[in-house]
């Protein structure tokens, strides 16, 4: 049985720096998302390094932390039942090249790392990253 969720994206420096915030905005409601919380941010380090805790000893985590501070994000709250899976499943696979036609990574992804957006990959994820970019007032 469906139930309403929420879930978080980032439209990550290189979507942002190729002015296509309008266009995956317009596509996430068009999917029947509704946009509860809103902003364009400057990443800091501490911020990212924070945000990617579970990456730090991976090999590619200085390298995203670089990334994702480089240019301003757009965050965003989004809200639907079933949110974080149907989520997911709008911004594909991880790798643009491998994402479904018509997802927002194989429309607007370069490569796994500029990729686009990020999504929360569970509901325990989206509600930790959620409260790491807003406060429950600011989600309306």
Do not use: W
Request: hydrophobic share 40%; aromatic share 8%; with cysteine.
């Amino acid at each position: 049985m469906a139930h309403m969720e929420r879930t978080l994206t980032i439209i990550k420096p290189d979507a942002v720096r190729n002015a296509h915030t309008g266009a995956i905005l317009e596509k996430i409601e068009c999917a029947g998302f509704k946009i509860v919380a809103l902003k364009m941010m400057q990443l800091s380090t501490r911020q990212a390094e924070c945000f990617y805790v579970e990456h730090i000893h991976k090999p590619f985590y200085h390298e995203l932390i670089g990334y994702m501070t480089a240019s301003p994000v757009v965050v965003a709250v989004l809200e639907k039942e079933d949110a974080v899976e149907d989520y997911r499943r709008l911004v594909g696979h991880t790798s643009p090249q491998r994402a479904e036609s018509g997802t927002l990574r194989a429309l607007y992804g370069k490569d796994v790392t500029q990729n686009a957006v990020h999504a929360s990959d569970s509901i325990v994820s989206s509600q930790r990253e959620c409260s790491f970019f807003f406060s429950d007032s600011e989600m309306i």
